[in-house]
């Protein structure tokens, strides 16, 4: 504990007095200071014990000691020892009584008792109160070692609750809680999984303190891991500040938990070539040699039906964040994952089908297709920077080759609509009229149907409506011209006049392909 009032008054040596105040004597005390100016208050910190003789202050002056004492209290200063037998043989009422209104505790200094050696008392004080507290954040820090390296996280968690009598929580990059102790943490650690994902959000490292829940506590949290991007949050619960002991406790955790949670860069980059290289076998077509590669590295991801997930974006950032759901998500599902970066701008996944990697990927995906739908527009903004992904369907590792362009289509799809993420299976089950929403499709429809339009623009026919019900009724002339209400024989001749004017035949069915895919495009676009 750091000095206190209470305990120079009880130093044997000092043969201090209480004057007043003595009911606010258990104050600790930052520093002492002597000053004899009338203001001392702008050479003031807070939590000073203020000494002085009143050699320039009329110390029986009731309104200037009123004046004088309330500034001291407002200035934050804990104490006020004014020596006696200088320039007072004792202190003047009006100090006394003032001091004692405002609760400022007032120590009589006897004349033998130098300020030197009241400062040197509080000096030594406050030096054996840090010793204390390094000591016992050294050996803080030696329980939480032992505790890390015998029992992992957890027995961490363990100690480091003991040690700041509270509790510790440990968070994944998810934002979801891994471990807590006591377990009865558990509860209030899940409350606060919206402040760790605000807190992921900032630049390593951060931190922030918050108000337990319902009030219960004081919280710290702080980010774990060394990247651009935390890979684990702590929270540490207590009922009031942390001391310096407590502190030291809680920065060895940190330091700790951050070697347990951090792979080393060199480790991750051996296994990103490991998994970059199996993920080369196998879309040569070498599955038997990509299993030999990958050993027990990726668990049974090879043996089992898996996805692919091909996710792109300019962005860094939004490709890590997709990197951490998918390997956040199989960790704590046991789930083996395999996540290959290609290049700065697109990232491969390998995940178990109907796995929790999948799922989390799906969900991520939904969570930006909200974000998007909410935001200022309503609308996607075209931003080259937004994630795109697509998902392969089920595959084995012999059709590894074939899930990878299956995942490629997707994603060239999901582009094209606008989308973050779309699934193989819904490429076969949906319609092909929205991939004809692009550009070059566009433009294609209307050059093949533009000298279609100019005609009908001089009033001369009806020939793109007339092509439109011919096609639709697959050429059969009088159910088309009983939904254009004409005449069989005048379809025929508006039928001939499209022949002649494009110089292409209808009898040719990549032509009348290329003519209904066009009047489809058109009537998208409208």
């Known amino acids: 504990m750091p000095p206190t009032l209470a305990s120079l008054v009880h130093h044997s040596a000092l043969k201090l007095t209480v004057r007043a105040g003595e009911d606010h004597l258990d104050v600790p005390v930052r520093w002492v200071h002597a000053s004899e100016l009338a203001d001392p208050v702008p050479y003031m910190e807070g939590g000073e014990l203020l000494l002085i003789t009143a050699l320039k202050l009329d110390a029986e002056d009731a309104k200037a000691m009123r004046r004088y004492v309330k500034r001291l209290v407002g200035a934050g200063v804990v104490g006020l020892g004014f020596a006696v037998g200088v320039n007072y043989d004792e202190i003047?009422?009006?100090?006394?009584?003032?001091?004692?209104?405002?609760?400022?505790?007032?120590?009589?200094?006897?004349?033998?008792?130098?300020?030197?050696?009241?400062?040197?008392?509080?000096?030594?004080?406050?030096?054996?109160?840090?010793?204390?507290?390094?000591?016992?954040?050294?050996?803080?820090?030696?329980?939480?070692?032992?505790?890390?390296?015998?029992?992992?996280?957890?027995?961490?968690?363990?100690?480091?609750?003991?040690?700041?009598?509270?509790?510790?929580?440990?968070?994944?990059?998810?934002?979801?809680?891994?471990?807590?102790?006591?377990?009865?943490?558990?509860?209030?650690?899940?409350?606060?999984?919206?402040?760790?994902?605000?807190?992921?959000?900032?630049?390593?490292?951060?931190?922030?303190?918050?108000?337990?829940?319902?009030?219960?506590?004081?919280?710290?949290?702080?980010?774990?891991?060394?990247?651009?991007?935390?890979?684990?949050?702590?929270?540490?619960?207590t009922a009031a500040a942390l001391g310096t002991a407590e502190r030291y406790a809680v920065h060895s955790a940190i330091a700790l938990l951050t070697l347990t949670t951090e792979r080393s860069r060199s480790l991750q980059a051996a296994q990103e070539r490991i998994g970059a290289a199996v993920l080369r076998m196998l879309l040569a077509g070498q599955p038997d040699h990509a299993r030999a590669v990958a050993g027990d590295l990726f668990g049974g991801l090879l043996d089992a039906p898996f996805r692919i997930v091909v996710g792109e974006s300019a962005d860094a950032a939004a490709l890590d964040a997709l990197a951490e759901v998918v390997e956040s998500a199989a960790a704590r599902s046991g789930e083996a994952v395999l996540v290959v970066p290609e290049g700065p701008e697109r990232l491969v996944v390998l995940a178990v089908d109907e796995g929790a990697a999948v799922e989390a990927c799906g969900e991520h995906a939904a969570t930006l297709e909200a974000e998007r739908a909410t935001s200022a527009t309503g609308e996607r903004t075209g931003d080259e920077d937004d994630l795109v992904v697509g998902l392969s369907a089920p595959a084995g590792p012999i059709a590894a080759g074939a899930a990878y362009k299956q995942a490629e289509q997707s994603l060239s799809v999901a582009r094209r609509r606008g989308r973050v993420l779309v699934e193989h299976e819904q490429l076969a089950a949906g319609s092909v009229l929205p991939l004809l929403a692009d550009d070059a499709v566009r433009a294609f429809a209307d050059g093949l149907l533009r000298p279609l339009s100019e005609h009908d623009a001089t009033g001369r026919g009806d020939l793109v409506a007339s092509l439109r019900a011919w096609l639709s009724r697959h050429g059969q002339w009088d159910a088309a011209a009983a939904d254009l209400g004409v005449h069989r024989h005048t379809l025929r001749y508006r039928m001939r006049r499209v022949e002649e004017i494009l110089g292409r035949s209808l009898d040719d069915p990549d032509v009348r392909m290329e003519l209904w895919l066009a009047l489809k495009a058109t009537a998208a676009a409208e």
């Open 92 to 237: 003047p009422e009006a100090l006394v009584a003032t001091a004692q209104e405002e609760g400022l505790p007032l120590l009589e200094v006897p004349r033998r008792t130098p300020f030197i050696a009241i400062s040197k008392a509080v000096s030594a004080a406050i030096a054996a109160d840090q010793y204390r507290s390094v000591t016992a954040g050294f050996a803080a820090q030696r329980e939480l070692t032992r505790q890390a390296l015998t029992d992992g996280p957890e027995g961490l968690l363990t100690a480091l609750a003991a040690q700041v009598d509270g509790w510790a929580a440990l968070y994944d990059a998810s934002g979801a809680v891994v471990a807590t102790a006591p377990e009865w943490a558990g509860r209030r650690a899940a409350r606060l999984t919206a402040d760790v994902e605000r807190l992921r959000d900032r630049p390593a490292p951060a931190s922030s303190v918050v108000g337990g829940p319902d009030n219960e506590d004081r919280v710290e949290l702080h980010t774990l891991g060394t990247g651009r991007r935390p890979r684990a949050a702590l929270a540490v619960g």
